[in-house]
T-cell receptor
Framework: SQTIHQWPATLVQPVGSPLSLECTVEGTSNPNLYWYRQAAGRGLQLLFYSVGIGQISSEVPQNLSASRPQDRQFILSSKKLLLSDSGFYLC??????????FGNGTRLTVT | GESVGLHLPTLSVQEGDNSIINCAYSNSASDYFIWYKQESGKGPQFIIDIRSNMDKRQGQRVTVLLNKTVKHLSLQIAATQPGDSAVYFCAETSTNAGKSTFGDGTTLTVKP
């Protein structure tokens, strides 16, 4: 069966520090991969998605970036975090015309 | 741009009653719709989906209705249980675009 791993679960980082969140998927090949951010009490905002290795589409201009170095690995990064980057970050995958499968998220607090 | 909105941010029901959560969408090109349930501190989980060539789909205790004429989607939960308490999101997808747009969510509280 397919599983998605996302880590860390929580993270507290100072303003101006770098960020790296990692997501891996097991049990499937060539998945579509997504990074979403969720503000408290709000819906999910799509940040990046990828349909293949090295292919990244950005939905929202900001100081975050994403990379897909391997088929089932998706990384969210920042060189310098802002206070406004705080939130709940969710990685998800789908095989195409099917529902998204989410990881358990990373709660990021920028102080 | 496209948007998905929910009519009510909160819903409180008695255990055993039926719940109805509504959702409006605006992108007429959307052809796939999904309901997710999100419990506190976790990622959303798939509940039920429906494609645009259908107007009703039933699962275990859940039913999704799609009205394309007015761009409206609803989730019905029968015999609501305390374990149904969560935030419910609708999402619309244009499969050509390959990405989903989420509404803000409705918080369902089930009173024992």
């Amino acid at each position: 069966s397919q599983t998605i791993h996302q880590w860390p679960a929580t993270l507290v980082q100072p303003v101006g520090s770098p960020l790296s969140l990692e997501c891996t998927v097991e049990g499937t090949s060539n998945p579509n991969l997504y990074w979403y951010r969720q503000a408290a009490g709000r819906g999910l905002q799509l940040l990046f998605y990828s349909v293949g290795i090295g292919q990244i589409s950005s939905e929202v201009p900001q100081n975050l970036s994403a990379s897909r170095p391997q088929d089932r690995q998706f990384i969210l990064s920042s060189k310098k975090l802002l206070l406004s980057d705080s939130g709940f970050y969710l990685c998800a995958w789908t095989g195409g015309k099917s529902p998204l499968h989410f990881g358990n998220g990373t709660r990021l607090t920028v102080t | 741009g496209e948007s998905v909105g929910l009519h009510l941010p909160t819903l409180s029901v008695q255990e055993g009653d039926n719940s109805i959560i509504n959702c409006a969408y605006s992108n007429s090109a959307s052809d796939y719709f999904i309901w997710y349930k999100q419990e506190s501190g976790k990622g959303p989980q798939f509940i039920i989906d429906i494609r645009s060539n259908m107007d009703k789909r039933q699962g275990q205790r859940v039913t999704v209705l799609l009205n394309k004429t007015v761009k409206h989607l609803s989730l019905q939960i029968a015999a609501t249980q305390p374990g149904d308490s969560a935030v419910y999101f609708c999402a619309e997808t244009s499969t050509n675009a390959g990405k989903s747009t989420f509404g803000d969510g409705t918080t369902l509280t089930v009173k024992p």
